[in-house]
């Protein structure tokens, strides 16, 4: 029973971090079109960024602040001075689906290379702001901490903002309209440039938090998040990339069947069970679970 | 359009034989001023984390050398290449230290998956360069016809795991014991050294190189605490893994609920707390050593390499995995010496083989190089660990065991080392 | 007289290179028979990158994956089964491919994003699947052993130039089918449903089928190269094909001109000669640890993205350019 309680648990946790990476990047790409790989990277930097402001303030909430604006204005930065120039120069041929993409690939390199270069590859360690001792339950310690409360409650609050923007404000709309039909998006007057920069700040806020929200229970050194990264996408893909529902659902979809599989089956199991929980759901609905081809849910 | 092709093969065949080195003379790697040594270990990465100090140990004592004479004259220079503790990452480098380098000998290489696979794809046996002091406990680097070239130094992991077993049942009879040990040929050795030792292991559980997660973790700890009484629990992992364990233990308030022993490899008191384990959780567990304990200032050896690591070494704390790294120069400056003022690669392997067994070092038990065996340490004594991460004799006196890495028995050592050459500088020849 | 049809001045061609590549064997080092059998490897791995996503447009995240498939299998043929080298790398080639007529056949359905996050999936949870059955060898991994170069080359042959006439014989031969086969009709197929599959459904070409043959070559090539580079590296290992791998075999693919199959040995070079740039490059100015480890990545990155903002189509097309 208590082993039944831990995987629940701890599938909460990792999913939710995981639904933080999907949502970013559903974000990126409801927006733009564009997988961003260099998500991982924007995270990991904005956290490195966010590790520095808690070392000299001493307060991990307002590192995460901080984390939360720097992965604003870089997603920002790197949609106006570098994926802007790229849609301008591929215009046609088969390469415009492939080089976006692939200048993201790069990017992520260049980010990690930098953070290499300023912060060394040792790996540093930012405190949890509370306990991670777990939680007394009848008796015994459950794998539940104050700590994976606190990171469930953040995300899900981030969560609701996010659908509370989508669905209920101006701004909300005018992104989802620029994402589907820029041309007309732009008839209505709707500054569909300023909109996209607008979908890959959230984004890099997302990731920005994401990392924050990880890295206390693991370690900060260039590479953190990649497997983030892997898993964020997976979860992006199951849900269907057109939904932010969509995203939380598959990443919560994957955190629960690969807690349960290792920890009822083998520890071993990690990466094979989030590839066969891909493939079955892409083989039943190729668009993912939560996406519908013919008309739009949200 | 096929220009394009013509032109790019040219280029690639021009830069091939432009950028080609003329032949190298009998053995690389030596000139009359210096001697070239090559080492591939972790230095980034969850496992550089806990032996990067090791090179830099190296180092320090080899610059020490370096300003007293050197070996005959001839200054030692250490290149260090990163491998992240992964196969394919330690076969290149290595290759590169033989082939773009040209170093004279290895010394230093660690990790078992690593290094046997370095080994091979390097051509080490081919090119006899010898492959000194290799930094971990696979046994298999004992044996001389699948390695003919490697010395081991630290004793055995399946060694540690036989007297561990007399130790288990010696002090902790009625105990279920639990193994939790990384899944290779370090883990598989120590399974083995159990099996030899006849220790009953109520559960094992082997886990790939760096898959073990806080979330695994507290799931088999949680699994084990369903096991009566206070059951035994051997930790043979990397230290970074350790150190996982100890906090998920942690968190879930299991610490007093087990004893702990940790291994030789993860069992380094100061990395551990370095990485965030509790003084309180350390306090008590069971660790195995053949060093005096790095703390011990009053050892001839510890206090020596603790004034080596002051002046050419600064910054970096003085912990047992400086004192290992130091030994390891220590014992490689010796063999140099012993090779004599003609230094070739075989005159170097001969000398190890003939004399190895009488150099000076902080080891407590015996090296036993020879003709016919290329394996150092062969013993271990258990100690407890204190909050302050000292390790101290189980029980208060020191008890040393000796044994081999097959069937043969476990026996009390009488063996005492050799003093300390002057100021740590050998003079041997 | 003999008419020299194109597919014979092509077959021409590389039996030319074959011979310049002996010759330069010759007169290099083992250092560089070394690099130039990664070389090879990587040209040969890229060639089947170009063939899947240049030709037939389909974005695969997953050749490490692919090239592990061909590296255990032919692993296994030598130590396991002890069958000669020749026929391990077959093996190898053949079981790849199998696997990727499999995957083909059931990614068929998939584009874009969805596809590529597949095959990402595929690249990440494929070597962990050597921890899981023992015979696999679990971090350990299979040893890769061609052995000695036969004793009538004499005692010079070093194991180098072995190793450098293997992965180049084999790399060319696999090039040059591959380069057959896109310049047939099967090569203006896939190029048909690359730039838009409706149009070429209507012209009747059946499209799934054919998506699925670009997967299975595309995946041999790669099952292929993947045999190659453990036998460079003496064994197989799950650390041997990390997600990286994929990454940087799309760059050299891009930085070559990812539609044209002219110029893969350019981007195996390019692979092979940037960390061996910036190793240089730090053996000489020294830095700090994080400044010598990062900088490869840097560089390789830093080309892709000048590849993509500025010769997106490859080089080839600035070379052409100039001319006007």
Redesign the interface.
């Known amino acids: 029973m208590l082993k039944f309680i831990t995987a629940v648990l701890t599938s909460l946790t990792t999913g939710s971090i995981y639904a933080l990476m999907s949502t970013a990047l559903v974000l990126v790409w409801r927006s733009t079109r564009v997988i961003n790989f260099a998500q991982a990277g924007q995270a990991v930097f904005t956290t490195y960024i966010g590790y520095e402001v808690t070392i000299r303030s001493g307060s991990y909430w307002i590192g995460v602040v901080a984390a939360i604006i720097s992965g604003a204005l870089i997603g920002a930065v790197i949609d106006r001075f570098f994926m802007r120039p790229i849609f301008k120069r591929i215009k046609s041929g088969p390469i415009v689906m492939i080089a976006p993409v692939v200048a993201t690939l790069g990017l992520l390199g260049i980010i990690q290379a930098i953070i290499g270069f300023i912060w060394g590859l040792t790996y540093q360690s930012i405190p949890a702001p509370v306990s991670t001792d777990g939680f007394q339950v009848f008796g015994s310690t459950i794998a539940f901490s104050p700590f994976n409360l606190m990171v469930l409650i953040s995300v899900t609050i981030s969560m609701l903002l996010l659908t509370l923007l989508f669905q209920k404000t101006n701004i909300g709309l005018a992104l989802r309209a620029s994402a589907y039909s820029p041309e007309i998006a732009k008839l209505s007057g709707i500054k569909v440039d300023a909109i996209r920069t607008l979908g890959w700040a959230l984004a890099g806020a997302a990731g920005g938090l994401a990392g924050m929200l990880f890295v206390p229970s693991s370690y900060l050194y260039p590479n953190a998040m990649d497997v983030l990264l892997v898993f964020g996408f997976i979860a992006a893909v199951i849900g269907g990339l057109d939904s932010l529902f969509g995203a939380v659902a598959g990443a919560m979809i994957l955190g629960f069947a690969i807690n349960f599989a290792t920890s009822y089956i083998s520890s071993k199991l990690v990466f094979p069970m989030a590839f066969i929980i891909l493939i079955l759901v892409l083989l039943i609905k190729p668009g993912g679970i939560f996406s519908s081809r013919k008309g739009r849910k949200d | 359009?096929?220009?394009?092709?013509?032109?790019?093969?040219v280029?690639?065949?021009g830069?091939?034989?432009l950028?080609?080195?003329?032949?190298q003379a009998a053995d690389p790697g030596v000139t009359a001023t210096e001697i070239k040594l090559g080492v591939s270990t972790p230095?980034?990465g969850?496992a550089?984390?806990a032996y990067?100090k090791v090179p830099g140990a190296m180092k320090a004592y080899f610059d020490y050398i370096n300003a007293n004479g050197g070996v005959y004259g001839r200054k030692i220079k250490l290149v260090v290449r990163?491998d992240k503790y992964?196969?394919?990452?330690a076969?290149?480098q290595t290759?590169?230290l033989i082939?773009?380098d040209n170093v004279f000998a290895l010394v230093g290489a660690l990790g078992t998956?690593t290094h046997?696979?370095a080994y091979?794809?390097a051509?080490l046996a081919?090119k006899n360069v010898p492959d000194l002091f290799v930094n971990t406990g696979f046994s298999g680097f004992g044996n001389i016809s699948k390695y003919p070239t490697a010395f081991t130094v630290l004793p055995s992991y399946a060694m540690e795991a036989k007297i561990m077993s007399k130790f288990i049942k010696e002090k902790f009879a009625g105990q279920a014991v639990a193994l939790i040990a990384?899944?290779?040929?370090f883990g598989v050795d120590g399974v083995n050294g159990f099996k030899a030792g006849a220790l009953a292991l109520a559960n094992t559980?082997l886990?790939?190189?760096s898959?073990?997660?806080?979330?695994?973790a507290?799931?088999?700890l949680?699994?084990l605490s369903a096991i009566p009484g206070k059951p035994v629990v051997v930790l043979f992992g990397t230290t970074d893994v350790t150190a996982l364990i100890f906090k998920a233990a942690?968190?879930?308030?299991?610490v007093s609920k087990f004893t702990w022993i940790a291994g030789s490899v993860g069992g380094d008191a100061n990395t551990l707390l370095a990485l965030?384990v509790k003084p309180t959780t350390i306090d008590g567990a069971v660790a195995a050593s053949f060093f005096p304990d790095a703390k011990d200032s009053t050892d001839a050896y510890v206090s020596q390499f603790m004034k080596i690591n002051e002046k050419y070494n600064k910054g970096v704390s003085f912990d047992n995995i400086v004192l290992q790294g130091m030994n390891s120069a220590m014992l490689t400056v010796q063999a140099l010496r012993a090779a004599g003022k003609n230094l070739t690669r075989t005159g170097l392997i001969e000398a190890i083989q003939n004399k190895g067994s009488k150099f000076a070092s902080a080891g407590l038990v015996p090296l036993n190089y020879s003709a016919t065996s290329h394996v150092g340490y062969n013993g271990y004594w258990f100690g407890q660990l204190n909050a302050k991460g000292e390790l101290k004799p189980y029980g208060g006196t020191l008890a040393i065991f000796t044994t081999d890495s097959a069937a043969g028995a476990v026996e009390a050592s009488t063996y005492t080392r050799p003093a300390l050459p002057k100021n740590g500088i050998p003079t041997n020849s | 007289m003999l008419k020299l049809t194109s597919n014979k001045k092509r077959l021409l061609l590389f039996i030319l290179l074959g011979w310049v590549l002996l010759l330069v064997g010759d007169r290099v080092g083992e250092l560089r028979q070394y690099q130039g059998s990664f070389v090879a490897t990587y040209s040969l791995a890229i060639a089947s990158i170009i063939l899947l996503t240049g030709y037939s447009g389909q974005l695969s995240l997953g050749h490490s994956a692919l090239m592990a498939v061909g590296a255990y299998a032919g692993a296994l043929s030598i130590n396991n089964a002890h069958l000669h080298p020749v026929i391990a790398l077959i093996i190898a080639t053949l079981t790849a491919g199998v696997f990727g007529l499999i995957l083909g056949v059931a990614v068929a359905r998939l584009t874009g994003p969805y596809l590529a996050g597949t095959t990402l999936a595929l690249a990440v949870s494929l070597p962990t699947l050597a921890n899981q059955f023992p015979i696999l060898g679990g971090e350990q991994g299979v040893v890769f052993d061609v052995g000695a170069p036969p004793a009538r080359f004499g005692e010079g042959f070093s194991q180098y130039k072995w190793f450098f006439w293997i992965s180049s014989l084999a790399a060319l031969i696999m090039i040059w089918m591959i380069s057959n086969l896109l310049n047939s009709r099967y090569g203006r197929t896939f190029r048909a449903i690359r730039d838009n599959q409706i149009s070429a459904a209507l012209a009747g070409i059946n499209a799934g089928r054919v998506k699925v043959i670009a997967f299975a070559v595309s995946s041999g090539a790669a099952g292929l190269a993947g045999g190659l580079l453990v036998m460079l590296i003496s064994g197989v290992s799950p650390s041997a094909f990390p997600l990286s791998l994929s990454f940087s075999l799309l760059t050299g693919a891009v930085v070559t001109g990812v539609y044209n199959l002219k110029g893969v040995m350019l981007g195996g070079l390019v692979l092979v000669a940037i960390p061996e740039i910036a190793d240089s490059l730090t053996t000489r100015i020294g830095g700090s640890e994080g400044f010598t480890a990062t900088l490869p990545g840097f560089l390789v990155s830093a080309l892709l993205i000048l590849a993509v903002l500025f010769a997106p189509n490859g080089p080839g097309h600035l070379i052409k350019r100039k001319k006007h």
């Open positions: 359009m096929k220009r394009y092709s013509i032109v790019s093969a280029v690639a065949a830069a091939m034989v950028s080609t080195l003329p032949a230095l980034t969850s550089g984390l990067g990163d992964l196969p394919t990452l076969a290149t290759t590169n082939l773009k998956a046997s696979k091979t794809a051509s081919a990384q899944d290779d040929e559980t886990y790939p190189q898959s073990l997660t806080d979330a695994r507290k799931a088999l949680t699994g942690e968190s879930l308030n299991l965030g």
